[in-house]
């Protein structure tokens, strides 16, 4: 019995040491810079929209501050570049009433292609 239990802790503890394969792959430069660039853009147009005249002129069109979260948190990188490229050629402070209606079109055509269901009275293509 002795030698039995012996067997079955030996066969335990050589289960315990075999070796998994690792995985790794070589991560380029442009990859990293790319990620933090677009990490950089996506904090850019979340504190954008965390202004309070901005909020108030979504909420004024009917859009909760949770959905533009949610709904920036769903964009792809390109969108958010996009985004962040009309915001930078509006105009000083009067560009917030076309940042709400760039979110707001972003907002619907997303909508419309069944991606989200924000808006109610608007009924996807599918």
């Known amino acids: 019995m002795?030698?039995?239990f012996?067997?079955?802790l030996m066969l335990v503890a050589f289960m315990g040491m075999t070796v998994?394969?690792?995985q790794a792959a070589m991560v380029s430069t442009g990859q990293v810079v790319g990620a933090q660039q677009s990490s950089l853009e996506r904090e850019t147009v979340t504190t954008m929209l965390e202004r309070a005249d901005v909020q108030a002129q979504l909420m004024a069109m009917g859009v909760s501050a949770q959905d533009v979260?949610?709904?920036?948190?769903a964009m792809t990188d390109a969108e958010v570049m996009q985004l962040n490229e009309k915001m930078a050629d509006l105009p000083a402070g009067?560009?917030?009433?076309?940042?709400v209606a760039l979110v707001f079109v972003i907002f619907v055509i997303t909508d419309v292609i069944g991606a989200t269901d924000i808006f109610p009275f608007i009924r996807p293509v599918n």
């Not at 979260?69 to 948190?73: D, I, K, S, W």
């Not at 009067?94 to 940042?99: A, F």
Request: glycine letters at 16%; aromatic letters at 4%.
């Open 94 to 99: 009067g560009g917030i009433v076309g940042l």
């Open 6 to 8: 012996t067997s079955w």
């Open 69 to 73: 979260q949610l709904r920036v948190a």
């Open 20 to 22: 998994l394969p690792a």
């Open 2 to 4: 002795k030698s039995k």
